[in-house]
């Protein structure tokens, strides 16, 4: 049983302190705390990943499936982890020379991304450019997307595509 001398509850400050000394360790304790680099999946292609405050943010691609009905289609998974937080977000993924895309959404809109693999890369679309080229050529994972120029044209990729995005709203919530 707790126990507090009355003369340290009649100064309300007093009193206070020392019941908020007492009960911190007793919730503080009680709180779990759990790295997300522990749960990462053993298929994860790690395609960026940089130095923050407390650790690592780091982005790669799992779970990588060609779409049974679609030839060119694939399916993905997306891991953005940070120190302290770790999202998940599926992904399509079209790898055709005539029409490249990606597929992704933010939580309300759907996100549709034309690329242009072997053309100009900047940093508006190079995450899009490193999940492009994870999921369709996996030996390029987390190679600069800018030094891939001739390979893409190897096979097959002119670099004279347009580039855009088109943001779809989602339903209200």
């Not at 691609?61 to 891991?79: H, R, S």
Request: glycine content about 8%; overall charge positive; charged content about 20%.
């Amino acid at each position: 049983m707790l126990t507090i001398p009355r003369t340290l509850l009649r100064k309300p400050l007093m009193g206070l302190l020392v019941l908020a000394g007492l009960l911190q360790p007793a919730w503080a304790g009680s709180q779990t705390k759990s790295d997300p680099a522990e749960a990462r999946p053993e298929d994860l292609m790690v395609i960026w990943q940089r130095p923050v405050a407390y650790g690592t943010h780091l982005i790669g691609v799992y779970a990588v499936k060609a779409d049974a009905k679609t030839p060119g289609l694939v399916q993905i998974k997306v891991w953005d982890e940070l120190p302290n937080d770790m999202s998940v977000i599926s992904e399509t993924i079209r790898c055709s020379p005539e029409a490249p895309m990606r597929v992704t959404s933010n939580g309300s809109n759907l996100i549709v991304r034309e690329l242009n693999p072997g053309g100009a890369i900047h940093p508006g679309n190079r995450l899009n450019h490193l999940v492009w080229w994870a999921t369709c050529f996996p030996k390029q994972a987390g190679k600069d997307p800018a030094t891939l120029g001739s390979v893409a044209r190897q096979l097959g990729y002119s670099g004279a595509l347009r580039e855009s995005e088109q943001i779809l709203p989602g339903r209200p919530r």
